[in-house]
């Protein structure tokens, strides 16, 4: 995996992109496995995934917060001038860049105590990792120009999940 390829030297001529990537698409993989454990327990009552959200939620974060660390250090070799005009100029990394900032409250506060002192505004806030999962769409779309298969997939997988999400959402409405 990816841990193996960089002790063996096996991340090709550019590893440091190669690291980006992977920690990015990991990243957003995450969030979509997190994303989709409500839908699957809805529909399939498989309970037991809800107590697996959390760490889902958390690896997402470990994964963006890599991601952002390698462009930082090895991208930018921590030039914050640099860096802030790249946000400024690059939508893609504008977008990313939100993202991994809404991100960090829900990091932040996914412990019992900070729930349970939050009460209600923590489900609140915790639903910024919608936005959040669009905008990590959005940021690899924009990202990969010419071939957009994955993104698409990811976003397919992000519709999806969201359409769900509305469904039950209607339903206990109309009730």
């Known amino acids: 995996m990816l841990i ?16 980006t990537h992977e920690t990015g698409q990991w990243g957003l993989r ?12 809805r529909l399939f009552r498989w309970n037991r995934l809800f107590s697996y959200r959390r760490m889902f939620g958390l690896f997402c974060f470990f994964y963006i917060f890599l991601h952002f660390l390698i462009y ?6 921590f030039d914050l001038r640099s860096i802030i005009e790249d946000i400024i100029e690059r939508p893609y990394i504008t977008v990313g860049f939100s993202g991994f900032v809404l991100l ?3 990091a932040i506060t996914s412990f019992n105590a900070i729930q349970r002192k939050m009460g ?19 940021h690899f779309w924009w990202l990969v120009k010419a071939d957009i298969l994955e993104p698409l997939i990811y976003g397919m997988i ?7 999400r509305f469904y039950y959402y209607r339903k206990r409405k109309a009730r």
């Open 120 to 138: 209600r505004t923590w489900t609140k806030l915790h639903r910024l990792v919608y936005l959040i999962a669009i905008l990590g769409v959005i």
């Open 72 to 77: 930082l250090v090895f991208d930018h070799y």
């Open 30 to 41: 995450f969030l979509l496995i997190t994303l989709s454990i409500t839908p699957l327990r």
């Open 104 to 106: 960090i409250p829900l």
């Open 4 to 19: 193996a390829g960089v002790f063996r030297g096996e991340l090709g001529a550019n590893p440091v992109e190669t690291l």
């Open 158 to 164: 992000l519709t999806l999940l969201l359409a769900i």
